[in-house]
């Protein structure tokens, strides 16, 4: 089936469009993902990241695309299609709670941009408005200033700190906890 004829969900803000990935995203995908600044704030993300990784994780989205209520996306400008990261709501907390795990990254490239906040409050909104979710949360690095600061803005709240199973990639035993529910989604998100 080629990618015109797959049903796939489409989140659109100012400047970015959250999709499936297509094939031509491979090599854009395997570079963005594959550097040590990226990876190496995320637990679930390969490192080092092959091509044949690449082509599992784009089959999967599009697998969970066709299911019709997706979780996991690419983030593409909406301009030009062109791939600069990805971002769902099916990550790990890494404690064992079942709980809609928010997770995103952006290729080095297009960091300090505003990027992030603009996909993950669109994926903040498609999940308790679409997908009809209670409540999510997301879990950073301590050290993640960046991530701490797009949750904030995107409404999330540190609610404490959590023991991990696994030390995450940059050695911290405990990470931080955010979490928001429904009734905390400000009108215009
Ligand atoms: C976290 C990440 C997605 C942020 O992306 P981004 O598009 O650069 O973020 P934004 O441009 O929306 O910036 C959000 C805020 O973080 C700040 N920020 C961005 N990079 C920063 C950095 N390296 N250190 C400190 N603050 C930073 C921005 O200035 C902005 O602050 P403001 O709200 O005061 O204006 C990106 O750095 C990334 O992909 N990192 C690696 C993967 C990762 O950490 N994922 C999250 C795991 S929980």
């Not at 990876?39 to 066709?66: F, K, N």
């Not at 797009?150 to 990470?175: Q, S, T």
């Amino acid at each position: 089936m080629n990618d015109q004829a797959k049903p796939s969900t489409i989140i659109d803000t100012a400047r970015l469009r959250l999709r499936a990935y297509r094939d031509g995203d491979l090599s854009d995908l395997v570079s963005l993902a594959g550097t040590w600044e990226v990876a190496s704030w995320l637990t679930t993300l390969p490192y080092p990241y092959t091509e044949d990784h690449g082509r599992e994780w784009i089959a999967h989205v599009r697998q969970v695309h066709a299911t019709g209520s997706p979780r996991a996306f690419a983030i593409a400008l909406k301009e030009s299609d062109l791939l600069v990261g990805g971002a769902g709501l099916d990550g790990s907390s890494g404690d064992g709670i079942d709980e809609p795990s928010l997770g995103y990254w952006l290729g080095v490239p297009y960091w300090r941009r505003g990027y992030a906040r603009e996909a993950v409050g669109a994926l903040i909104g498609y999940g308790f408005r679409t997908l009809g979710l209670d409540t999510m949360r997301a879990v950073t690095d301590p050290e993640n200033a960046a991530s701490q600061k797009v949750l904030l803005a995107c409404g999330l709240r540190k609610v404490g700190d959590i023991d991990l199973a696994e030390p995450m990639r940059r050695g911290a035993r405990r990470a931080a906890l955010f979490r928001m529910s429904r009734h905390d989604l400000p009108a215009t998100a």
